[in-house]
């Protein structure tokens, strides 16, 4: 089975901001200026004729923050630019309104990930 989670955070990792799961930043610890998080939104196995799970499809939620609305602006071309080429498929984006609880704008994407078992 793939390592999904290590695949999501190799494949961000190179464009230079902190990357971690969603909800894994502490009450207490400060926040980047400009930071990356993401979550699984489901996992689907699809089942072979002998009942055995034979693929995967991941749906995957990423969402760019920043105090810096112009960074926001580029947020989909740029987060696309590393998951296309690692076989992640572009499913949708949107705006996230300012986050108070962060104190920075948002956008977040959503992308599917194909796994077949060897």
């Not at 200026?33 to 499809?57: A, C, M, N, R």
């Not at 962060?102 to 994407?109: D, E, I, L, S, V």
């Amino acid at each position: 089975m793939i390592d999904i989670y290590k695949l999501i955070y190799d494949t961000l990792t190179p464009l230079g901001y902190d990357v971690r799961q969603q909800g894994s930043y502490s009450e207490n610890e400060e926040l980047p200026d400009t930071f990356i998080t993401y979550w699984l939104k489901q996992v689907s196995p699809s089942k072979h004729y002998d009942g055995e799970i034979s693929s995967y499809k991941f749906q995957i939620q990423i969402v760019f923050y920043s105090i810096d609305a112009e960074l926001l602006q580029a947020a989909d071309t740029l987060i696309r630019s590393v998951m296309s080429p690692a076989n992640f498929m572009y499913a949708s984006g949107e705006d996230i309104t300012f986050r108070e609880i962060t104190n920075r704008y948002a956008y977040g994407m959503r992308f599917n990930y194909y796994y077949k078992e060897e």
